[in-house]
């Protein structure tokens, strides 16, 4: 991912949080976290720092998917993958996957982990089937009466 893509990334990621989330949180804890996680300073210093790594996936000019990964002690956590509901099972997930599963192993972290919301179904299946298992179950408070609800998951690499 380049600085130029950010914009790109932050309306797609809108598009997918309006198409999953709507019955699993509300919009205005959808609004805040999108605000908080896709602020274009917050991404663009993410594109500066070395222990965080970008990927876009496109189909021509179009941003399909896209995966936010950082180093965390001896883990790296996979913090975003999304990909546009009329992608998927196209593969752009998997070669999402891939590439932080990659960067992961290159910066020598021994486990890949990451977060999603217990209602979640279709990604805790797509999880699973990439290798990843529940290793955990917890409620984060994100303030403002607003929380995560989520299974952590880990595979090893």
């Known amino acids: 991912m380049t600085p130029a893509d950010v914009d790109a990334v932050a309306a797609l990621a809108r598009s997918v949080w309006q198409t999953t989330y709507p019955a699993l949180i509300s919009q205005a ?6 605000a908080d996680r896709y602020a274009a300073t ?3 210093a993410q594109l500066d720092d070395p222990t965080h790594a970008w990927y876009v996936a496109w189909r021509g000019d179009t941003a399909v998917g896209f995966a936010h990964a950082y180093l965390d002690t001896d883990a ?12 998927q099972r196209q593969g752009v997930g998997k070669a999402l996957l891939a590439a932080a ?20 179904a279709q990604a805790l299946r797509a999880y699973e089937k990439y290798g990843f298992a529940i290793v955990e179950s917890r409620v ?18």
Do not use: S, T
């Open 29 to 34: 804890q959808m609004d805040a976290m999108l």
């Open 101 to 120: 599963e990659a960067w992961a192993r290159a910066h020598h972290a021994r486990r890949l982990r990451l977060q999603v919301n217990r209602g979640n």
């Open 42 to 44: 917050r991404m663009r």
């Open 140 to 157: 984060f408070d994100l303030g403002n009466g607003f929380v995560m609800d989520d299974h952590i998951m880990e595979k090893p690499l």
């Open 76 to 87: 790296c956590k996979l913090d975003k993958l999304y990909v546009h509901a009329a992608q």
